[in-house]
């Protein structure tokens, strides 16, 4: 009868959800931070810990990957350490995307905040650790005597719409997870697959004529995205097409999970 | 506040086939087993429960183990979103459920006010505000700069207690664990609750202890089973009780 007697739709819900949760920022700022404290309390480096191992792991695999594939150190070790910087990031979403809520339990069932807040987190505290790598890349493109130049400013939208495909993904893989507790170890088993399939520690041209096998791999074109400009080119055309195509996909999932089962989260846990 | 024929069942999804032995043995205080149309298990936790309650009003939910005390409190919260009935609520609720959410061991007092207050919906600004207020009623004094864990269990309660009242809400929730402190801290909080329960709050308060539900409250809600046995007037309410109980 009257409008206001008319309980509000699944999707304005959601739609409130995501409102609510980034005016609380100051919260999910502070827990994102506590989270990466928290790991690395009383040790003397701290979170520059998470620095310490990628920089050890890129000196590594650059060492000795520029002897197996034969390629110049110059060229492959700034590539290898943007494309493992970039790679921890995507590879910490899915790996923790299955406990966005199931792990914010004691939370969800104590007080009533937006479930997106605990998304907004996650995604915030893995890009904070992304930002103690990315050092050591400007250190080795110092050392390499390899400025990009302005073109790597291109990067910045492109990290962007990782970070916003990344909150994405979490938003439904946390959601089906919350329900069936066995997605976070079937997306763990894939998550490795793909990076020894993804163009990361080699480069597609060494796949020949099989170069199809990366260019049909949606994450090579994501990476791809940010790592082209740092290396001091443009992505290619089709890179933007293909990451622009899966970030619609990934939210149109994310929106219809997110609005049908917001409400079902609490009764999952 | 407005509660009407609200009602919340659980799928349980790991409790797999019950047989109707263990049914027809069933006649506990828990809510009904049963299932949904897609023969899953589900436990109904609440079933058209109604209550309205106004400003000034105090309210204890009675009834024995797993009558659904604390799922009532969470529906209220707005945690559960029930499946049928409608739930009304007008004013900033505070819930006090858990005494240690949020709280993280390594950081100070007032780190962890800090942190609770931005759980309660506090804006950094108000919390800096309240914060003296807050220290004053904790009487913590010096400790308000040590890491958490050193605090006994009374002192994070005393802590998480002001936290949630500071602002004055207008729902103020609470479980059992409240009536964990001791005597001196016990009317200290009454006091306080009495204070803005004052002007216009209205107060839940979910408890086994009798004497503390006639002391605190003005109403009284009695559930079995998920279901309202009696609501009205806290004396009334607890009398039907305490004979059935006993009988």
């Given at each position: ?14 739609v ?13 700022v ?13 040790s ?10 990628t ?10 990957y520029?002897e197996?594939l ?78 990009p130049?302005?073109?790597a ?60 096998l990366?260019?049909?791999n949606?994450?090579?074109?994501l ?5 082209r ?41 | ?15 797999g ?18 299932r949904d ?30 009558a ?11 945690i ?41 919906g ?9 914060l ?37 809400p ?26 803005f ?6 107060l839940?308060l ?11 409250c ?14 009205g ?15």
């Amino acid at each position: 009868m009257l409008a206001k007697d008319i309980p509000p739709g699944r999707l304005s819900l959601a739609v409130a959800d995501f409102a609510g949760a980034v005016a609380l920022w100051p919260l999910w700022v502070r827990l994102g931070w506590h989270d990466i404290l928290f790991r690395y309390r009383r040790s003397l480096l701290g979170p520059f810990w998470l620095t310490a191992n990628t920089a050890i792991t890129v000196i590594a695999l650059g060492l000795v990957y520029s002897e197996v594939l034969r390629m110049p150190i110059r060229e492959l070790m700034p590539y290898v350490c943007i494309g493992l910087l970039i790679w921890n990031f995507i590879s910490a979403i899915l790996h923790g995307a299955g406990e966005v809520f199931s792990g914010a339990e004691s939370y969800i069932k104590q007080v009533r905040l937006p479930y997106l807040l605990y998304v907004l987190r996650f995604v915030w505290s893995k890009t904070i650790i992304l930002a103690h790598d990315f050092p050591i890349f400007i250190v080795l493109i110092l050392c390499f005597g390899l400025w990009p130049g302005a073109v790597a400013f291109a990067a910045i939208p492109a990290f962007l719409l990782l970070v916003l495909n990344g909150a994405l993904i979490s938003v439904s893989l946390g959601l089906l997870s919350a329900r069936f507790r066995d997605i976070p170890r079937i997306v763990t088993s894939l998550t490795q697959i793909v990076f020894l399939v993804t163009p990361i520690l080699w480069t597609p041209e060494m796949l020949g004529p099989r170069i199809y096998l990366a260019y049909g791999n949606p994450f090579f074109h994501l990476i791809e995205i940010v790592r082209r400009p740092l290396l001091g080119s443009l992505p290619l055309a089709e890179a933007v097409w293909v990451s622009l195509l899966v970030t619609v996909l990934n939210l149109v999932v994310a929106v219809a999970l997110f609005s049908r089962f917001r409400a079902r989260i609490a009764y999952w846990l | 506040m407005l509660l009407d024929e609200v009602a919340v069942s659980f799928p349980v999804y790991q409790a797999g086939s019950r047989s109707l032995k263990k049914r027809a043995l069933f006649h506990g205080s828990g809510g009904r087993i049963g299932r949904d149309a897609h023969q899953r298990i589900i436990v109904e936790a609440l079933r058209g429960v109604s209550l309205s309650l106004k400003r000034g009003d105090r309210l204890a939910l009675i009834g024995p183990n797993g009558a659904g005390k604390t799922t009532l409190l969470r529906v209220i919260a707005g945690i559960y979103e029930p499946e049928r009935g409608v739930v009304r609520t007008r004013g900033r609720i505070s819930p006090m459920f858990d005494v240690s959410l949020g709280i993280d061991a390594e950081l100070s007092g007032y780190d962890n006010i800090r942190i609770r207050g931005l759980l309660l919906g506090l804006s950094p600004r108000a919390i800096e505000q309240h914060l003296p207020d807050i220290a004053e009623f904790t009487e913590l004094g010096g400790y308000l700069d040590m890491p958490v864990r050193t605090y006994s269990a009374g002192m994070i309660l005393r802590l998480g207690f002001a936290v949630a009242t500071c602002f004055e809400p207008e729902i103020l929730l609470m479980d059992e664990w409240i009536l964990a402190g001791d005597a001196h801290f016990l009317s200290r909080a009454e006091l306080r609750i009495k204070r803005f329960v004052g002007h216009a709050s209205v107060l839940v308060l979910s408890s086994h202890n009798l004497d503390i539900c006639r002391r605190w409250c003005t109403k009284a809600l009695w559930l079995d089973q998920g279901q309202v046995r009696a609501f009205g007037p806290v004396d009334e309410v607890i009398a039907d009780y305490s004979r059935s109980a006993s009988s």
